[in-house]
């Protein structure tokens, strides 16, 4: 069992930065791809960021690319969503996932465990 906790949303002005944190507990965190999704009102779920179990390979979604990097330590079990330029329409709430492997993957189905969500609000 693996359980999340994200922290680190809130309001921002367009143009703005949040960093988002998960904390996850209950298992090897570094045997484990780590995922940021989000999910705007209305609308489906979908992937922005995933980063490898040891770090070595991320991949982004298109509309995230070069503002949002995605980072983890694994000595303090943790993965991190910096968000740079935000505009409105990153809003959504944003959760955090894990996957039961290394490897990094955009797929909601591939990711076994969630967290509860952050919500994040881009004012224009």
């Known amino acids: 069992q693996v359980h999340l906790v994200e922290s680190g949303g809130g309001l921002v002005q367009a143009g703005g930065s949040l960093s988002l944190s998960c904390a996850a507990s209950g298992r090897t965190f570094n045997n484990n791809a780590m995922g940021w999704f989000r999910q705007a009102p209305g609308k489906e779920r979908e992937f922005v960021a995933t980063?490898?179990?040891?770090?070595?390979?991320?991949i982004y979604a298109d509309s995230v690319k070069g503002r949002f990097t995605i980072s983890r330590d694994n000595a303090k079990n943790t993965v991190y969503l910096q968000m740079n330029s935000l505009k409105p329409e990153d809003t959504a709430v944003y959760y955090c996932a894990c996957r039961l492997s290394v490897g990094a993957r955009i797929g909601i189905s591939e990711y076994d465990y969630w967290g509860q969500g952050t919500q994040v609000t881009v004012s224009s």
């Open positions: 980063i490898s179990g040891r770090g070595g390979s991320t």
